[in-house]
């Protein structure tokens, strides 16, 4: 029987459109870590799995008041995904091991966003 790791992070990363605008690699640098140590609190919470997946399905949901592309969805998660390695959830981020993930776009009120982050294993 598959395990989940499940959890919602308050706030949304920013989308590739929105980073190249403030792009400074100081700012991009804060934003990564900002979010790579909100998903290891959250692991931590959700109960981290003992030893990082060697195989994963995982699923990330952008719930924001506004629809963004495909690319800029995709591209928003970045920083989750670091998180989830940083994290010792999953061993890479490589298709060998989370195969192809599932992303989606849920409405939101404004000024609500948040992510989730849905783990499946074992």
Do not use: C
């Not at 924001?64 to 981020?93: C, E, M, R, Y």
Request: hydrophobic share 45%.
């Amino acid at each position: 029987m598959a395990k989940i790791l499940s959890f919602k992070l308050a706030g949304l990363p920013k989308t590739t459109n929105a980073s190249r605008r403030h792009g400074h690699w100081g700012a991009l640098l804060s934003e990564s870590r900002k979010w790579k140590r909100a998903v290891w609190a959250a692991v931590q919470n959700a109960g981290k799995p003992a030893q990082p997946m060697l195989s994963a399905s995982i699923e990330l949901i952008r719930h924001s008041s506004t629809q963004p592309d495909f690319d800029n969805l995709v591209s928003s998660f970045k920083w989750i995904l670091d998180g989830l390695i940083d994290a010792g959830v999953i061993v890479s981020d490589k298709p060998s091991v989370i195969g192809q993930l599932v992303y989606k776009w849920e409405k939101a009120a404004p000024k609500k966003g948040f992510i989730e982050v849905r783990v499946s294993y074992g």
